[in-house]
């Protein structure tokens, strides 16, 4: 395989995580000890920043600055969520793939690197095509990046143990508080956490329970399994008869039985007649006070949850990071639409290595909590998950503390000069 | 002042906070330390507990707990919001002081700390003036715990330093997260904050600037200023116009115009004709995106900010500790009705001492956030409250960890023999 020559671009998609900036700083630490790539360009906002010609040269940043952004939260170099829709938009996402291949061009890029979930390694995986059927050389690699856990053929993703680390904590946190206010009323605390399709977030938080399936959290509602409304409200009364007190964890994507979300109840209208779509821990504390009289406060963590780098998790951050070095070394070994994912060696001691997969098996493809490792009940991930998610939260990023605040990198965005007319 | 001899009682009591049993680690520790203390007894679920005769014995807990209850949040010996109303139901206030007095007398109580709020030294207050009344030799003492920092007379409360460092970290990562996705179209995110009344915790997370006022939070409501939902919504619409992105923050107690709390908007009523009651984010939420057509979404961090005990304040666990020692080495001298006060010395270097006060003077009254700390457009706190709560939140409290979470201590509550019938 001949040497390929050229400059290297690399952008963020998607929603963020504690720990894609680690990719990031894989992708460019790792490229950096390569000749055969020149310059090391960032595009700013996903495709979205390569349409409109928004490169930055990451060369120009300082060195600390790279070593920061393995400990920022947020997608330092932006992100988007525009998608280049093949499917529905055919003569559009022609003219944005002519646009794409004249800035890759333009600016000699031979190396691109797309860090993001599903949709972004369809991108990825669509851009690695059309290079191969215009004969343009350049050698693309997904980069895996979600909160969401939910690309399919690697064990997790880089940004799911971080999630699950920080939620694990809080509801533990949580859970401790609620128990010490828990008198003879009894007490009740929802917490919704991320995860329209896939329950990994929720079941992660199966974790602070610490080995004792007494402490919280009592019931973890994934969407996996629709939501049986009067088993859902007699395990609440049974916990807190028992405990006096009871911590739900709902997944903010949870349906009814009639594959509803329960956090977009159309029946519930505002005095404009629009639909109140306050989510699913205000939908279940309302059905929790109303049928069992039980005083219910509710925590939607958002995205403080996927933004949590104060509390991120080494492991989690280490792997990310991994997956840019591979990346780049494979690339320069002459791949090209691949993506690293993470294949488990052991559980305990914990060890993963890293192997490449075809973006064609990635792409749009969804991976669940499979139902044997969820309890037969359906409100509670089983020792199987435990096993499974137990080592992805080991090991505490240290983000440099000043006056008491995490100090996060912010990088310079060097602009590289513009070639093209501007995008119509 | 000759020595009194006699067991010690303490308890807690109304909402936790992070360092609250910091304080109780501080009680404990000093009392070890002086003959005149014979037993160390805790109330369980604050006065509750104590009517019930529901006491634990604190010397029979390992030295290790009396330690890891430095680090743990909730509150370790259980609290409770049932309050002794001698306003208006005289009758059961005077069977409740009866009993209570009892269980004093029957365990030789000569010594009793109540760890709260406005409430709670209310409380604690009131049973000092009984005991005097009733010729009981007690002396009382009450510790200071809000996270709501509305306590009068002193500088700040123990357990506001830790939910403003948690609630500014958690801004600093939101803000990273939301910026990042800041594309053309904008993007706004809402964080709701805890703080009925006052407005110290919402104002906190200016913190999160770091000293650059472009940076999040763009926008602070605080319940002291009614909402002008037209300037709010105007700056919202400037900010997004400079930045792409603006993060609010806002106090659960903020009011419309009309006085009406923001989460309490009776005209949003559910099927059954209830009203919803999701919140001030939601509700700013839905002015947001309905009037700019914004993306906006909401976090609410509720329970999760005052048990955030894995990025607590070093400087406030130890001067909650220390609000702890300073309580018994003044009921040992012979104090009693009063509580330890923070007063500030200086604020660069910080320095704080422990003085007292009576507590005729703190119970039920509320300080709020003073007008001269807030802008002129009411949105944002100013240098003068930096000044102030810059300290606070210096220091991170180490828990210690395993496998990846904090382990926090709870108590084996080994009981006292009840001496007396059940209450009736």
Redesign the interface.
Known sequence: MAELIGNLLVA?SG??TSVINASIAGVITEAGHHEGIEEIYGGL?GI?GILNEDLIDLGDEKRSAIAGLKV???????????KINFEKQPEAAARDFDRLFQVFEAHQIRYFFYAGGNDSQDTAHKIHLEAVKRGYEMRVMGVPKTIDNDLPKTDHCPGYGSVI?YN???V????????????DDGSC?V?EVMGRAAGWIAAGTV??Q?GDPARPPHIVLMPEIPLDEAAFVEKVRTTVAAQKYCVVVVGEGVRNAAGQELGADK?????FGHP?L??AA?ALS?IVSRQLNLRT????????Q??????A?Q?DADEAYSCGTAAVQAALEGKSGLMPKLVRVSSNPYKCAIEFEDLANIANVEHLVPREWISEDGMMPNEKFVEYA?PL????VKAP?V??????TVLGKSPVEKKLPART
Chains 1, 2 share one sequence.
């Open positions: 963020q929603g963020p906002n979205l920022t939260p947020g997608a330092a170099l932006g992100t988007c969520r525009y680390k694990a904590a809080t533990l946190e949580i859970g401790l508080d609620v128990c010490s206010m828990a008198t605390c917490i974790l602070a610490q029946t519930r209208l505002d005095a109140v306050s989510g205000e309302e406060r509710t925590v939607k963590l958002g995205y403080a996927r933004a949590a780098a104060h509390f998790s492991t137990a939260i080991v090991g505490e503390i006056n008491g605040l995490p100090t996060y």
